[in-house]
């Protein structure tokens, strides 16, 4: 590990009052600050469809970050992408590429904005710090450990300031119910849930459709690192999503990627992982060297009756943690239920709560590490850690049995069908 990015254990089990006055973490209008031009930092985009838009929304207020360029494969993405950045910002500068490589060849962008879909997180995040950029990468950030293994040892070496788009990390909230896991208030920690939908495994072709031109759609790049099929919009338009060839770990990622990085802060493990994965009808049980129990619990979509109880209030993405002296449930409407009146005055009164996921703050603690070129929130060891979890929990479910990994040196153990789903082989795009 370079020595910027160092063990963030002590720092991540402070406060949120405390990540807010190290100024690390601060409310997006504790930014709106009169920046120079040739301050600014210069934002690049590789990948624009609703998802990057709800992210490029947040960093479009900072007005010491200037996005200038787009690249996407799809026409009618880097239109509608080059209109929503010059209406903010009032003119008409915003480049747009087809192909995000002549982007990266820009001397003059310090940072990305990956959000691409997911077969290409990890490869386009890595030619990124390659070409000398900061990397904000949308998650899951590799659909494969080896994936998360390559673009963690990128960041690294090329000493890239890299943030997983992992938001929850810096939403006042998430942080709370964590600061009372730290503080000792629910005694020890026993057992974390985390939510995610219930996996899939599904790799059907959709019937094949005329390939159009090249400018409306680049198929070949869209296609990217995964096999070659043939062309259909609805591949386009989103249907990629739980299909093998393009998303990531039986779809246990879309969740997991935030609910189980929230167990891991929570547990004090960023530098480590469970070291057990057991697959039940209904959950995996994953244990950790302390004894800590993670339950991966299966959310049906839409919530149904098999809901475990803490999901059906508190918004997406919730997680519950448990200590033998009291537990702690919160998810994305921003409401936190403890167990106990004296826990609940521990908390921020409900008026004063933020309701809803704010993602700019995750946005803003990226750019201020730029700058300060410290380790962000859920940089790339964090990510590494995290996802490996997550895809070891994959590999489980989909063998149908247990499986054991070292946290140190992430190889399962005597598991040769586990090591086969390490990787995947990359098809030759260029």
């Given at each position: 590990?370079?020595?910027?990015?160092?063990?963030?254990?002590?720092?991540?089990?402070?406060?949120?009052?405390?990540?807010?006055?190290?100024?690390?973490?601060?409310?997006?209008?504790?930014?709106?600050?009169?920046?120079?031009?040739?301050?600014?930092?210069?934002?690049?985009?590789?990948?624009?469809?609703?998802?990057?838009?709800?992210?490029?929304?947040?960093?479009?207020?900072?007005?010491?970050?200037?996005?200038?360029?787009?690249?996407?494969?799809?026409?009618?993405?880097?239109?509608?992408?080059?209109?929503l950045v010059d209406s903010a910002y009032g003119n008409s500068d915003c480049v747009l590429y087809g192909d995000f490589r002549e982007l990266l060849q820009r001397a003059d962008i310090d940072?990305?904005?990956?959000?691409?879909?997911?077969?290409?997180?990890?490869?386009?995040?890595?030619?990124?710090?390659?070409?000398?950029?900061?990397?904000?990468?949308?998650?899951?950030?590799?659909?494969?450990?080896?994936?998360?293994?390559?673009?963690?040892?990128?960041?690294?070496?090329?000493?890239?300031?890299?943030?997983?788009?992992?938001?929850?990390?810096?939403?006042?909230?998430?942080?709370?119910?964590?600061?009372?896991?730290?503080?000792?208030?629910?005694?020890?920690?026993?057992?974390?849930?985390?939510?995610?939908?219930?996996?899939?495994?599904?790799?059907?072709?959709?019937?094949?459709?005329?390939?159009?031109?090249?400018?409306?759609?680049?198929?070949?790049?869209?296609?990217?690192?995964?096999?070659?099929?043939?062309?259909?919009?609805?591949?386009?338009?989103?249907?990629?999503?739980?299909?093998?060839?393009?998303?990531?770990?039986?779809?246990?990622?879309?969740?997991?990627?935030?609910?189980?990085?929230?167990?891991?802060?929570?547990?004090?493990?960023?530098?480590?992982?469970?070291?057990?994965?057991?697959?039940?009808?209904?959950?995996?049980?994953?244990?950790?060297?302390?004894?800590?129990?993670?339950?991966?619990?299966?959310?049906?979509?839409?919530?149904?009756?098999?809901?475990?109880?803490?999901?059906?209030?508190?918004?997406?993405?919730?997680?519950?943690?448990?200590?033998?002296?009291?537990?702690?449930?919160?998810?994305?409407?921003?409401?936190?239920?403890?167990?106990?009146?004296?826990?609940?005055?521990?908390?921020?009164?409900?008026?004063?709560?933020?309701?809803?996921?704010?993602?700019?703050?995750?946005?803003?603690?990226?750019?201020?590490?730029?700058?300060?070129?410290?380790?962000?929130?859920?940089?790339?060891?964090?990510?590494?850690?995290?996802?490996?979890?997550?895809?070891?929990?994959?590999?489980?479910?989909?063998?149908?049995?247990?499986?054991?990994?070292?946290?140190?040196?992430?190889?399962?153990?005597?598991?040769?069908?586990?090591?086969?789903?390490?990787?995947?082989?990359?098809?030759?795009?260029?």
């Amino acid at each position: 590990m370079t020595d910027w990015f160092t063990d963030r254990r002590g720092f991540l089990g402070s406060s949120a009052a405390a990540l807010a006055a190290s100024g690390l973490l601060q409310p997006a209008a504790a930014a709106a600050r009169r920046t120079s031009p040739s301050e600014r930092l210069t934002l690049g985009v590789i990948g624009i469809g609703p998802r990057c838009t709800y992210d490029l929304k947040s960093m479009l207020q900072f007005d010491d970050v200037q996005c200038v360029a787009i690249a996407d494969v799809q026409q009618s993405r880097r239109d509608a992408g080059k209109q929503l950045v010059d209406s903010a910002y009032g003119n008409s500068d915003c480049v747009l590429y087809g192909d995000f490589r002549e982007l990266l060849q820009r001397a003059d962008i310090d940072a990305v904005l990956i959000a691409t879909g997911d077969r290409w997180h990890a490869a386009a995040s890595i030619l990124a710090a390659e070409a000398g950029k900061d990397v904000y990468s949308e998650k899951p950030c590799g659909i494969t450990i080896a994936d998360c293994q390559r673009l963690a040892d990128t960041m690294n070496g090329r000493r890239r300031v890299f943030q997983a788009g992992t938001q929850r990390r810096s939403v006042p909230n998430f942080q709370q119910a964590v600061e009372l896991v730290h503080s000792g208030r629910l005694g020890r920690l026993q057992k974390m849930h985390a939510s995610v939908y219930v996996p899939t495994l599904d790799n059907a072709w959709l019937p094949a459709q005329p390939l159009p031109p090249r400018q409306q759609v680049d198929w070949n790049l869209w296609l990217g690192p995964a096999a070659w099929r043939p062309f259909n919009q609805a591949y386009c338009d989103g249907r990629w999503r739980g299909l093998w060839d393009f998303d990531s770990g039986a779809r246990l990622l879309d969740w997991g990627a935030h609910t189980v990085d929230l167990c891991q802060w929570a547990n004090a493990a960023d530098d480590s992982m469970p070291l057990e994965y057991e697959p039940q009808e209904d959950k995996i049980v994953c244990r950790y060297e302390n004894g800590v129990e993670l339950i991966i619990d299966f959310l049906p979509q839409p919530f149904g009756d098999r809901s475990p109880h803490y999901i059906s209030r508190l918004g997406t993405c919730p997680v519950r943690f448990v200590g033998d002296e009291g537990w702690v449930e919160t998810g994305d409407e921003g409401e936190i239920v403890v167990s106990s009146e004296a826990l609940r005055k521990e908390l921020p009164a409900a008026a004063e709560r933020v309701r809803g996921l704010d993602v700019s703050l995750h946005a803003r603690n990226f750019f201020d590490c730029i700058r300060t070129r410290e380790a962000t929130a859920a940089n790339a060891n964090v990510m590494r850690k995290s996802h490996i979890a997550c895809h070891a929990a994959a590999a489980a479910w989909i063998l149908g049995r247990k499986l054991r990994i070292d946290p140190a040196t992430e190889q399962f153990e005597n598991a040769p069908d586990a090591d086969v789903l390490r990787d995947r082989p990359s098809r030759d795009w260029s």
